[in-house]
C-alpha cells in the first residue's frame, strides 16, 4: 500500500480545511487509516482513525467535535475534515495505515509523505 496525504495549506484559526489520503493498492480496504500529526520536537501524535470499512472512527480528545474522519472506498481515499481550526492545530499532517485498530504509530505500516497544516491567529 502506498498512501499520498495533501490538502494542507495556511489557514486562519476558525477555518477549515480538508485533507486526503489517497492511497494506491488493492489491498487498501483491508487496512484501518489513521491521521497523525507531528511538530518539531515532538513526538507524532494521534488525531484520528477510520476502521477498514468505515464504520468506526476515533480521535484524539483535543480534535473531538472539530474534525471529522471518513473513507470512499470506491475512491481508495481517506479524509480529514478539519473545522474550527486552532493555531495549536498547526503541524504536519501524515496518514497511516495499519491492519491493527490502535493510537500507536508504531504499529502502522504504512505512511504518506505528509503534509502541512499552519493555521495563522
Known amino acids: 500500500v502506498q498512501l499520498q496525504a495533501f490538502g494542507g495549506g495556511l489557514v486562519q484559526a476558525g477555518g477549515s480545511l480538508r485533507l486526503s489520503c489517497a492511497a494506491s493498492g488493492r489491498a487498501f480496504s483491508e487496512y484501518h487509516v489513521a491521521w497523525f500529526r507531528q511538530t518539531p520536537g515532538k513526538e507524532r501524535e494521534f488525531v484520528a482513525t477510520?476502521?477498514?470499512?468505515?464504520?468506526?472512527?476515533d480521535y484524539a480528545n483535543s480534535v473531538k467535535g472539530r474534525f471529522t474522519i471518513s473513507r470512499d472506498s470506491a475512491k481508495n481515499t481517506v479524509f480529514l475534515r478539519m473545522t474550527s481550526l486552532r493555531t495549536e492545530d498547526t503541524a504536519i499532517y501524515y496518514c497511516?495505515?495499519?491492519?491493527?485498530?490502535?493510537?500507536?504509530?508504531?504499529?502502522?505500516?504504512?505512511w504518506g509523505q505528509g503534509t502541512l497544516v499552519t493555521v495563522s491567529s
Open positions: 477510520v476502521a477498514y470499512d468505515g464504520a468506526s472512527t
Open positions: 497511516a495505515a495499519s491492519r491493527r485498530w490502535t493510537f500507536s504509530a508504531n504499529l502502522y505500516t504504512f
